[in-house]
């Protein structure tokens, strides 16, 4: 709506990307501020409680907070993003999709655990993996067909290594799948997801509104694809609704995001990396995310063919619980690994 605005009153402020994404920013965290509440009381009046994994005894207390949080500021995301964005760009449109899409997915998950109230009775594993398959793969197929680059591009190098061409897309869907799963692990504590996403909202934001300025992206020695920095107005619109997300998700937390917020957040953080050429330093953005799947890959290899546990339990978050660290201090600890990580990540813009 700003955007069609501005170019039918001739309103220049709201041409600008930056100032559109400021205000999607406060839309989506008022409009969850303020929706949150009404919708804890309903799902405490309904019992959308989340259920708890028996092999985590130490979260018995959290047995009956309220779950399927994202779907709150997810909401308010999109509506912030409708208000805001131009819809007539293609990556907005893609971008909107990745988020609805991986968003239902979750929502599926947890509607399954919440009827039947068992942790492990949402969507198959199978089930789940085929239904994120075919969102990334709508979404990746998609940008091949309409001519995106697929260079691929390595930290400190000005110049793509090669060019994918439509390997890329299986490429892609991988980094769809990895990133939503990641994220899905590591929301598994009071706020330990929801901060670490916001910083890596703000370092890909950063990255996607250079990579869609031609200015910027030429001081800078990046590529510069023309419209994806119109993506940055969902971004920040995320970032603002997960901010207000965290009024009510910080320890101890009131609400839980579910598979519906978590899922969502990794498979448009995965976007946001693909649009900004940026896949491999996703590692060092989503530190934490990755950590936390590094630990279960290795607690479940070493399991499997040496009989012996590397972790008093996987995800890593549940190996300081049982060594007797204090909720709070993991997850502050935590966040601090995850801001250091996307300081150095923004750093390598100036070493290429």
Not at 15 to 44: C, K, Q
């Amino acid at each position: 709506m700003l955007y069609e605005l501005a170019t039918l009153l001739d309103i220049n402020l709201f041409t600008y990307i930056s100032v559109r994404a400021g205000f999607a920013f406060f839309i989506a965290f008022v409009l969850t501020l303020f929706v949150m509440p009404r919708y804890l009381s309903w799902a405490i009046s309904k019992k959308a409680n989340q259920p708890i994994s028996k092999y985590v005894p130490a979260h018995e207390g959290k047995r009956h907070t309220p779950t399927m949080g994202g779907a709150i500021f997810l909401g308010a995301t999109l509506i912030a993003t409708l208000l805001s964005a131009n819809l007539q760009n293609l990556f907005v449109v893609l971008g909107i999709f990745t988020l609805v899409g991986f968003g239902f997915v979750g929502y599926a998950d947890d509607i399954g655990k919440i009827i039947k109230q068992n942790n492990l009775e949402g969507l198959s594993a199978k089930g789940k993996m085929i239904f994120l398959f075919g969102v990334s793969a709508v979404v990746s197929v998609a940008l091949v067909a309409t001519d995106f680059s697929t260079d691929f591009y390595i930290p400190f190098f000005k110049t793509p290594l090669f060019e994918m061409d439509y390997f890329a897309v299986f490429f892609w869907i991988f980094i769809f799948l990895a990133t939503s799963n990641a994220v899905n692990l590591t929301d598994g504590l009071d706020g330990l997801a929801t901060v670490p996403s916001v910083m890596a909202l703000v370092s890909l934001s950063v990255i996607i509104y250079v990579t869609g300025h031609a200015i910027f992206s030429e001081y800078l020695l990046v590529p510069n694809i023309k419209g994806v920095g119109e993506v940055t107005i969902i971004a920040s619109a995320l970032a603002g609704g997960l901010l207000g997300f965290l009024w009510y998700n910080c320890y101890p937390a009131e609400v839980f995001m579910g598979d519906t917020g978590s899922l969502a957040i990794g498979g448009f953080l995965a976007y946001l990396a693909i649009l900004g050429k940026s896949e491999v330093l996703l590692l060092l953005i989503g530190l934490i995310f990755v950590i936390e799947t590094v630990s279960v890959i290795l607690q479940v290899g070493s399991f499997r063919y040496l009989g012996k546990r590397v972790f008093l339990m996987a995800p890593i978050h549940h190996h300081f619980e049982l060594k007797k660290w204090a909720e709070n201090k993991i997850i502050v600890r935590f966040w601090m690994i995850s801001f250091l990580a996307n300081i150095l990540a923004l750093i390598t813009f100036k070493f290429r």
